[in-house]
């Protein structure tokens, strides 16, 4: 072969190569595989009482604001509810009849705050986002906690209500801990339908992410825990990775249910780099639901575990290990309640 043609053949090649490797940039660029076609807020959070807290949330997001001031100003609605009993006042206490808080928050830029075990305060979710902001540290518990917060402003409020404390009285006669799926998050039910005596009320948590108009995650998540647990325990909720994470190249994942179950798998950011992966929101939050199952396949069929999450594209979806599960939406296009998907 004359050395004219080889030079042919292998500049003729080269061109070929670099004709399909440019289709297929065209095809699929790289660097705007997860970016949104339009930057539309949305915040999605957890339960039945998610709702109330999406529409303060979108007070911000509708007006073109942060994701970040809009998670805070949505959870603190449930967090001073006293008829939610699994989240902040009006909470029900722990075995010894103290109510104690956990919240996290984080942002696009992967700051973050959590506050563990911290008593007396109503908002604690605001007192993670300072923690956050104005020290160099992610977690802050216990008397520290409480201790920062009063310093920063924060009055001492009673957070044991008439309602909480007589069902934690009435838990006191059989001193019996055991969680109960799905429980309505109502006052003065009968025995065996919700409250006390039948069966500590664990919602436990409200998980809250959103996407603002600049297509910047935030999240945060805050609950009094587990009805009657030990003093000091403390569950997924506030541990970033766990009850919370939130990527900003890719997008953001919470969870409720029993926090040791989400603790041992790392079930919110497991969620994220699903989706980093190419998985849909949905399929993620299932995926991890799963990953639950494969560890303790009979223990999880007696408890209740749930994600959430949204992807850059605005997508976003929820799946549960039971039925019961739901999670509200709220967008410029829609506001619903939706009853998760679940393996059980």
Avoid at 123 to 139: C, D
């Amino acid at each position: 072969m004359s050395s004219t043609r080889r030079k042919f053949l292998h500049s003729s090649l080269l061109g070929s190569l670099g004709l399909f490797a440019g289709k297929k940039s065209m095809a699929h660029p790289v660097d705007t595989l997860y970016a949104p076609t339009k930057n539309e807020p949305i915040v999605i959070s957890t339960w039945d009482f998610g709702k109330a807290a999406n529409a303060e949330a979108w007070t911000v997001l509708g007006k073109g604001g942060r994701a970040l001031d809009a998670v805070e100003a949505g959870v603190k609605i449930p967090e001073a509810d006293p008829n939610n009993q699994s989240v902040g006042y009006g909470g029900l206490p722990d075995r010894d009849g103290r109510v104690t808080l956990d919240a996290c928050i984080m942002d696009e830029q992967y700051n973050c705050g959590s506050v563990m075990c911290l008593e007396y305060i109503m908002h604690p979710i605001s007192v993670a986002r300072l923690v956050m902001e104005k020290t160099p540290h992610v977690v802050l518990v216990g008397d520290g906690a409480l201790q920062f917060a009063l310093a920063n402003g924060f009055q001492k409020e009673n957070l044991l209500t008439p309602e909480s404390e007589k069902v934690w009285k009435e838990w006191l006669k059989t001193s019996k801990y055991e969680p109960v799926i799905n429980i309505e998050n109502k006052l003065h039910k009968p025995a065996g339908e919700g409250n006390m005596p039948g069966g500590p009320n664990n919602h436990d948590t409200i998980g809250m992410i959103a996407m603002d108009a600049s297509g910047n995650f935030s999240g945060a998540c805050t609950t009094s825990g587990m009805a009657f647990k030990m003093h000091g325990r403390v569950g997924d909720s506030p541990i970033i990775g766990a009850g919370l994470y939130v990527d900003n190249e890719i997008g953001a994942a919470t969870s409720t249910g029993v926090g040791e179950e989400v603790i041992r798998i790392v079930g919110s950011h497991l969620v994220v780099e699903l989706m980093r992966q190419g998985l849909a929101p949905e399929a993620a939050c299932k995926k991890a639901v799963e990953r639950i199952i494969s560890r303790s396949p009979a223990k999880a069929k007696t408890l209740q575990v749930g994600f959430i999450a949204i992807n850059k594209k605005g997508e976003y979806g929820g799946y549960a290990l039971q039925k019961g599960f739901t999670y509200a939406v709220k967008s410029g296009k829609e506001e619903k309640l939706i009853p998760a998907k679940s393996i059980y």
